[in-house]
């Protein structure tokens, strides 16, 4: 259970993050450094939100707001089910991590997310109205570098593909590519933000191998 406790309190300190430290540091930092990623990537993301297709936003918000969430405690009761100790300790190891090294980028380095920036309407309150209440109590508007949801998705189908189930694996990783590409499509995270996600996640599959001696 030691590795269920593990994932349940990373999940906790996230929640207090996003609920009682984040604001508190967002005020007393004062700076807001989108600006920054903007005069990089420019309106490239922005451009999605000017052409979305109703169909893609349903799919793409029901992967980013139910299927990812899902996948995450779906995956870690199977790991206990099925009692594939490693798949759960190196998703419980890389989530610890994950969070470790993108806790002081959301507490020191505020970026807010694209919507926010540009003045959009969610995508994800045009289709579930009344959904930004619950999801900004599981995130912020400026916890945007980098991604959590690209590192953590990632984890999720590496941590799968190690019990050698081929049909899961296949459905985790498809799972992943979707939720990638829906941070993009939505206009919810900054392509900076996606590559510091995938960065994060490589580098906790990198440093869980370096200390326990894993291919």
């Not at 004062?30 to 600006?35: M, S």
């Not at 593909?161 to 499509?185: D, E, G, H, P, R």
């Not at 900054?190 to 440093?207: M, S």
Request: overall charge neutral.
């Amino acid at each position: 259970m030691k590795y269920f406790i593990i994932i349940f309190t990373v999940v906790l300190i996230h929640l207090l993050e996003v609920n009682i430290i984040d604001p508190y540091t967002t005020n007393l930092v004062g700076l807001d450094f989108t600006q920054i990623i903007i005069s990089i990537e420019n309106g490239i993301v922005y451009w999605f939100s000017q052409h979305w297709n109703p169909v893609l936003v349903v799919f793409f918000t029901v992967m980013y707001i139910g299927v990812y969430p899902f996948t995450l405690w779906f995956s870690t009761f199977y790991f206990i089910a099925t009692d594939s100790k490693k798949a759960l300790r190196f998703l419980a190891i890389g989530l610890s991590i994950i969070y470790i090294i993108a806790f002081p980028f959301y507490l020191f380095f505020t970026v807010s997310n694209v919507y926010t920036y540009f003045g959009i309407q969610s995508a994800l309150e045009t289709i579930i109205p009344g959904i930004n209440q619950f999801f900004y109590s599981t995130t912020t508007y400026n916890n945007c570098f980098p991604s959590l949801h690209v590192a953590v998705t990632l984890l999720i189908a590496k941590s799968v593909s190690i019990t050698q189930n081929k049909k899961f694996t296949y459905f985790v990783y498809f799972c992943a590519l979707s939720v990638i590409i829906s941070v993009i499509y939505l206009a919810i995270h900054w392509i900076i933000d996606v590559i510091g996600g995938i960065i994060i996640a490589f580098f906790a599959f990198y440093l869980y191998n370096l200390v326990f001696k894993e291919k």
